[in-house]
């Protein structure tokens, strides 16, 4: 096993509204699936990252408890959190060191997610 975690989706109740989010925050094109209210983020998959998406249905329940995903807040997470709260967000936590594995901040996105960053500066 190389990796631990493998896909993550992140639920939605507007999809419209979550790809704006993610889109505005990761400064990122969002891909949509032609199939079904399902949307990619950007991964580097052809390194042997994994990636991940914003997903809309039955089974996908917006949630600030449970399971946390952080995404890769880059060089320095504070840029991606910069743009949580003018992007509709709300930063629950700000950016917090974590010893030698860097640093996290959590935030809750406009579908009631919660969700981190992580990075290493």
Do not use: C
């Not at 094109?29 to 249905?57: C, K, M, T, V, W």
């Amino acid at each position: 096993m190389v990796s631990t975690l493998n896909w993550f989706e992140i639920p939605a109740t507007d999809f419209a509204r979550a790809k704006a989010f993610y889109a505005t925050v990761l400064n990122a094109q969002i891909h949509d699936d032609p199939n079904r209210q399902y949307a990619y983020l950007p991964s580097d998959s052809e390194n042997g990252a994994f990636g991940g998406a914003i997903a809309i249905g039955e089974n996908f329940v917006p949630a600030t408890t449970g399971t946390t995903v952080y995404l890769d807040g880059g060089n320095d997470l504070s840029v991606p959190l910069g743009r949580v709260e003018s992007a509709g967000g709300t930063v629950i936590l700000p950016k917090t060191a974590i010893g030698g594995n860097g640093f996290i901040a959590l935030f809750i996105d406009t579908e009631g997610n919660k969700v981190g960053f992580h990075s290493m500066g």
